[in-house]
């Protein structure tokens, strides 16, 4: 396999890293989600001309630089979230580049009423392996935890931008174009992957994977 674990640049990312597997010996926990993994993405784009006052037409010349040279052209992107893989910090070195992974006991995906900033899948779920005795997560003569690769989904994404713009006809070969470009046109907060490696911030969000609403204007004439 090509990508065995979490990549240092971050989920997304398939930078080539992280190639070892937990235990070098045995391989067929290493089966999942590539870090990289969209199940589902629609892209859709469209343009819309009013038609209304096309070259040529007759009819109210007012009327016609009113409504005619108007375009609407959305770009409407649905994304279902990436494959994450739950990693522990160094309580345990198996060497190389591997990355020890806790024993997963549940499921650790929460529904989306269930699912907050805080707490974006079931933390409880995965237990961190310890090397002592007293500390709950012990088990004696494991180095390897049962938790797999990208077995939970992180948020999705909605996001629509569109441009809407007017072009006012001046000559057969001058016109002039007024538009106004939206970008993350609803302003939802698509947010980033939550924390993967237990400790501190796991199971948190703390980013957004798109920017706040952004809107931009501009001027074009054409001759």
Do not use: C
């Amino acid at each position: 396999m090509d990508h065995l674990s979490t990549s240092g640049a971050g989920n997304g990312v398939d930078v080539g890293v992280f190639r070892e597997p937990q235990n070098g010996f045995d391989r067929r926990p290493e089966y999942g989600l590539a870090e990289f993994d969209v199940k589902q993405r629609f892209v859709a784009s469209s343009v819309w001309q009013l038609p209304y006052g096309r070259s040529g037409s007759s009819g109210n010349s007012v009327a016609h630089y009113v409504f005619g040279g108007w375009e609407f052209s959305p770009i409407i992107t649905l994304q279902q979230g990436l494959g994450l893989t739950i990693n522990q910090a160094g309580l345990l070195s198996i060497g190389g580049e591997r990355r020890s992974r806790p024993n997963r006991i549940a499921n650790g995906n929460l529904s989306s009423s269930e699912q907050t900033v805080d707490r974006f899948f079931n933390t409880d779920a995965f237990v961190i392996l310890q090397t002592n005795p007293a500390l709950a997560g012990f088990v004696p003569n494991q180095a390897f935890g049962n938790s797999g690769p990208g077995v939970i989904r992180g948020p999705n994404l909605i996001n629509v931008d569109f441009n809407l713009s007017k072009t006012f006809q001046i000559t057969e070969r001058n016109s002039l174009q007024f538009r106004a470009e939206f970008f993350n046109a609803f302003n939802r907060a698509n947010f980033g992957v939550p924390g993967i490696t237990a400790g501190a911030g796991f199971g948190q969000i703390v980013s957004t994977a798109t920017e706040a609403r952004i809107i931009q204007f501009g001027l074009k004439y054409r001759f």
